[in-house]
C-alpha cells in the first residue's frame, strides 16, 4: 500500500504507507496464529536475542562496531555480518508480535453467549418483575 506524495511536477509519486502495512501484518499473524503459538515464538525469540550475551555486547549496533576490528579474517567478519542480520530480524520480530499480542484480543469478535454470572443476574430481576 502506498500514499500520493505531494508533487510539483506531472507525476504523482508515492512511498509506502509504514502504518498499514504494519496493522495487516499484525491482523495477518492473529489469523494464523493461536495466542499461545505467538506467546512461545516470542520466548523462543527472546532466547535467542539473550543468546546473543556470548560477545559481551547488548545490543546488535554495539557488536556492529565489532566489524571495525582489523584483527578480524574474513571468514569471521562474513560470520559476525550473519549474526547482526539475524539479530536485527529476531528484533523487529519480537516487536511484531508484542504488538500482535497486545492487540490480540480487540481484533476477535465479542463472545455471542454472555458469561454464566450475567445470565444468573438477568433471570433474576427478570424473575422479579414477572
Given at each position: ?50 543468546g ?33 542480520a ?9 516487536r ?35
Amino acid at each position: 500500500m502506498s500514499v500520493p506524495l505531494p508533487s510539483g511536477g506531472e507525476t504523482t509519486r508515492y512511498q509506502p504507507d509504514y502504518t498499514r502495512l504494519l496493522f495487516e501484518e499484525i491482523r495477518t499473524l492473529i489469523k494464523k496464529n493461536m495466542r499461545e503459538e505467538l506467546r512461545n515464538e516470542l520466548v523462543a525469540i527472546t532466547e535467542e536475542i539473550e543468546g546473543q550475551a556470548t560477545y559481551d555486547v547488548e545490543t546488535w549496533e554495539e557488536f556492529e562496531q565489532s566489524l571495525a576490528d582489523g584483527n578480524l579474517a574474513s571468514a569471521e567478519l562474513r560470520e559476525r555480518r550473519d549474526i547482526i542480520a539475524f539479530w536485527r530480524e529476531n528484533e523487529e520480530d519480537r516487536r511484531l508480535i508484542k504488538h500482535t499480542l497486545e492487540l490480540y484480543s480487540d481484533s476477535k469478535p465479542p463472545a455471542t453467549r454472555w458469561p454464566t454470572w450475567l445470565t444468573a443476574l438477568c433471570a433474576n430481576v427478570a424473575s422479579r418483575w414477572i
